[in-house]
């Protein structure tokens, strides 16, 4: 799995160090996962994923699979709103990008009407 993070970091023209600077991914997270130590946390895996453009399931098998949401800007938006909303993961696997904007919106409204949660 690390390779695939290697590979990544490559292809972007970054090193860990700078990764872990611009997502907030401890080096020590990284190193541990480098040396096969601990698999990182979900959390972790999907700031990876939006650091890296691309999805945790290439992070974790490095093979590219059909797609699992309508395409790959939904998917983007998913994993934004997975990381502020995790409860409405689930609910969102078909939505459109226009979908996830609108739950966005309701969402935010609501935090803003209902600051104490």
Not at 5 to 31: N, P
Not at 65 to 89: E, G, S
Request: glycine share 4%.
């Amino acid at each position: 799995m690390y390779s695939v993070f290697e590979q990544l970091c490559q292809e972007k023209g970054v090193t860990s160090y700078r990764v872990s600077a611009d997502t907030g991914v401890s080096q020590t997270t990284l190193s541990r996962w480098k040396n096969t130590e601990r698999d990182p946390e979900l959390q972790i895996l999907l700031k990876l994923a939006l650091y890296f453009d691309t999805t945790v399931d290439y992070l974790v098998t490095g093979e590219k699979r059909t797609r699992y949401y309508v395409d790959d800007d939904t998917a983007r938006r998913i994993i934004q709103l997975y990381m502020t909303h995790p409860a409405l993961f689930d609910a969102a696997t078909k939505s459109k990008p226009e979908d996830i904007d609108l739950v966005t919106d309701i969402l935010i409204r609501m935090e803003k009407t209902n600051p104490e949660g």
